[in-house]
């Protein structure tokens, strides 16, 4: 079945340093693919998404592009800062299927 | 903006209670989907329902079952609470096709 898998966490850097986040999934067909944040006590907020081979998703300086040569969907930012503290997950979404499948999610400490 | 709201923040249970758990969401979504989140296992699809009185299982059904008589509201019933479903529960909605699933702020549930 469809499968993501995450780099392990935590990962730690200091403010202003550059983050990636690696994603890479297994799927049939041609799923769209999402990354998520969650901020300590809340939701999934959407943070990114991209929808077919090539596209690059961005938001709030993150940016992740769909490789489909390499099943990957990698989160980078270039210069992080505190409050980008958070636990993040990459997701896909197949074709024709509702459901989300999420990776183990990762969790970003930015210290000052 | 999209707004899926959860009835609680925070509940406290006792073993063999009958547990309910309620989400509404205001953007006439067609889906809607409930997720226990576990450390080390991210998120994991319990049930969703794709329309008024439908429902599919998701991944881990047991000792859960889903109601949905109005189109913006989705229940979530534990049927006889164990200590093993102590977890965060997170609600979502979505539209169609890549539209994206909009959360919750989740339910911290402890099963006592």
């Known amino acids: 079945g469809d499968s993501v898998t995450q780099m392990e966490g935590p990962v730690t850097l200091s403010e202003e340093a550059f983050l990636t986040i690696n994603c890479t999934y297994t799927a049939t067909g041609y799923p769209s693919l999402f990354w998520y944040v969650q901020y300590p006590g809340e939701g999934l907020q959407l943070l990114l998404k991209a929808t077919k081979a090539d596209d690059k998703g961005s938001n709030k300086g993150f940016e992740a592009t769909y490789r489909k040569e390499t099943t990957s969907f990698h989160l980078e930012k270039g210069s992080v800062q505190v409050s980008d503290s958070a636990v993040y997950f990459c997701?896909?979404?197949?074709?024709?299927?509702?459901?989300?499948?999420f990776g183990t999610g990762t969790r970003l400490l930015v210290s000052p | 903006d999209v707004k899926v709201t959860q009835s609680s923040r925070y509940l406290v249970k006792r073993t063999g209670e009958k547990v309910f758990l309620e989400c509404v969401q205001d953007?006439?979504?067609?889906?809607m989907f409930w997720y226990r989140q576990d450390p080390g296992l991210g998120l994991r699809l319990i049930y969703f329902s794709y329309d008024v009185k439908m429902k599919e299982k998701g991944d881990i059904p047991e000792g859960y079952s889903v109601s949905r008589e109005k189109k913006e509201r989705f229940s979530l019933i534990l049927e006889s609470a164990s200590t093993n479903q102590t977890s965060m529960y997170l609600c979502?909605?979505?539209?169609?096709?890549?539209?994206?699933?909009?959360f919750g702020d989740g339910t911290r549930l402890s099963i006592l």
């Open positions: 979502a909605s979505g539209g169609k096709s890549n539209q994206p699933q909009h």
């Open positions: 997701a896909l979404r197949n074709t024709g299927f509702q459901k989300l499948v």
């Open positions: 953007m006439d979504h067609e889906n």
